[in-house]
């Protein structure tokens, strides 16, 4: 009797034993991939609901609370000002405003949200933020999260291109578009081009478009 209440004694160990070490694997393993959903935009959207355009390159940032989320704050260098930038220059600086970020230790992350990595350079399709709020004066915000955001390499060739990173936002076509019609997603029209490329096109399709 003595003997087979150990062996059920054991058992029950292996058993919670086998579960803590479950449940330890999991609190380690890596969550699944997120993601936020929107509709995909193309240039001509992009060129549409933004203010300005800039071949911009983030110098520094900053993070703070605003209305209980975390709030980015990133000085961008424009390096071009490629469409109605309101009067500013080559050489000038903005501010763009993105969700998420880090403060005293806590970070908050926005799927889909623009990604804006310093001293690496980007197309970028901004517009004013809606007046009021607490939002830092003058601040622009990315036009389609991470769709107005391209980013800028250098290539073997020493030519500046706009490639396509993966960005966690998924695109669904717009319902109110053919798809069989619908032009494609801006990053998938621009990537690959180089960068003066891009810039005319964007400076001819602004004002094709009507905009100053």
Do not use: C
Request: hydrophobic fraction near 50%.
């Amino acid at each position: 009797m003595l003997r087979k209440a150990r062996l059920l004694l054991l058992a029950a160990t292996s058993t919670v034993a086998a579960g803590l070490i479950a449940l330890g694997a999991a609190a380690v393993a890596p969550h699944a991939a997120h993601a936020s959903t929107a509709i995909a935009l193309s240039v001509e959207d992009l060129v549409d609901r933004s203010e300005t355009v800039v071949v911009g390159i983030p110098k520094s940032k900053t993070s703070r609370w605003e209305g209980g989320r975390i709030i980015t704050y990133t000085t961008v260098a424009i390096d071009t000002a490629v469409a109605g930038a309101g009067g500013k220059k080559a050489g000038e600086s903005i501010v763009v405003r993105t969700l998420g970020g880090t403060v005293d230790g806590i970070g908050q992350i926005t799927h889909g949200e623009a990604v804006l990595p310093v001293d690496k350079p980007m197309v970028l399709f901004l517009r004013a933020m809606p007046p009021g709020g607490k939002a830092l004066a003058g601040a622009l915000t990315v036009t389609g999260m991470a769709q107005g955001a391209l980013a800028v390499e250098v290539g073997p060739d020493k030519v500046a291109r706009v490639i396509a990173r993966p960005v966690d936002l998924v695109l669904v076509p717009n319902a109110k578009v053919d798809p069989k019609t619908a032009p494609k997603p801006a990053a998938e029209t621009l990537a690959g081009k180089a960068l003066p490329t891009v810039v005319t096109e964007l400076r001819a399709l602004w004002a094709a478009r009507g905009k100053k």
